[in-house]
């Protein structure tokens, strides 16, 4: 799988705070080997058909697409702010 980064996922994870950053990575990994891994507790975001949601912690997530072999990483950051507009 491939994966491609928006400019305002880059952005978003460098405004991280570290530690958040290091889980982010974390999980990561496991979108990129399982998108099903139970951590991650992705799902589609509420009113759209192709992006998804995907959990940092409790109160971080990111956003992503599927894009044939690629994953799109959209957004990262604190929940409310990341999906309002995945």
């Given at each position: 799988?491939?994966?491609?980064?928006?400019?305002?996922?880059?952005?978003?994870?460098?405004?991280?705070?570290?530690?958040?950053?290091?889980q982010a990575?974390?999980?990561?990994?496991?979108?990129?080997?399982?998108?099903?891994?139970?951590?991650?507790?992705?799902?589609?975001?509420?009113?759209?058909?192709?992006?998804?949601?995907?959990?940092?912690?409790?109160?971080?997530?990111?956003?992503?697409?599927?894009?044939?072999?690629?994953?799109?990483?959209?957004?990262?950051?604190?929940?409310?702010?990341?999906?309002?507009?995945p």
């Amino acid at each position: 799988m491939k994966v491609r980064y928006t400019s305002t996922f880059q952005h978003g994870f460098k405004t991280l705070p570290k530690d958040i950053q290091k889980q982010a990575e974390k999980q990561l990994q496991f979108l990129f080997t399982n998108l099903h891994h139970p951590s991650l507790r992705a799902k589609k975001a509420q009113g759209t058909t192709s992006i998804w949601e995907a959990r940092v912690s409790k109160g971080y997530r990111f956003t992503f697409q599927k894009e044939n072999d690629v994953f799109v990483l959209r957004k990262i950051g604190k929940h409310n702010h990341t999906l309002k507009r995945p």
